[in-house]
Nanobody
Framework: QVQLVESGGGLVQPGGSLRLSCAASGRIFVLYARCWYRQAPGKERESVAR???????NYVDSVKGRFTISRDNGKNMVYLQMNSLKPEDTAVYYC?????????WGQGTQVTVSS
C-alpha cells in the first residue's frame, strides 16, 4: 500500500521561506512524476510544480523563480523549496505521485503566509 506523508508546513511571514517534504512508502514506480498541488480556501486545487522521472520541471506561473521542486528517488522523497513567500501562497499543499492508470495523494500540510 502506498502512503504519502507531507511535512514542513507552518506559519511564515511574507518574504520568508519554507521547505516542504513528502515521504513516500510502498511500491512506487520511479518513472512516475512527482507533483505538488495546493488548495486555498474557496478555491479549486491547482498544480504548483511537477518533476518528471528525468528531472524536467514545470511550475505554475505564479511561483516561477520562487519555488523549486526536487526529488530523491533513493529515499523516495519529494521536496518543495518555497522562497519569497506571499500571502497568496497560503493554502494546503498536497504531494501527488502518479502515472498511467494510478496516482496517490498525501493528506496535505498547511502553509500560512501572514504578518
Amino acid at each position: 500500500q502506498v502512503q504519502l506523508v507531507e511535512s514542513g508546513g507552518g506559519l511564515v511571514q511574507p518574504g520568508g521561506s519554507l521547505r516542504l517534504s513528502c515521504a513516500a512508502s510502498g511500491r512506487i514506480f520511479v518513472l512516475y512524476a512527482r507533483c505538488w498541488y495546493r488548495q486555498a480556501p474557496g478555491k479549486e486545487r491547482e498544480s504548483v510544480a511537477r518533476i518528471s522521472s528525468g528531472g524536467s520541471t514545470n511550475y505554475v506561473d505564479s511561483v516561477k523563480g520562487r519555488f523549486t521542486i526536487s526529488r530523491d528517488n533513493g529515499k523516495n522523497m519529494v521536496y518543495l523549496q518555497m522562497n519569497s513567500l506571499k500571502p497568496e501562497d497560503t493554502a494546503v499543499y498536497y504531494c501527488y505521485i502518479g502515472g498511467p492508470g494510478s496516482g496517490y495523494w498525501g493528506q496535505g500540510t498547511q502553509v500560512t503566509v501572514s504578518s
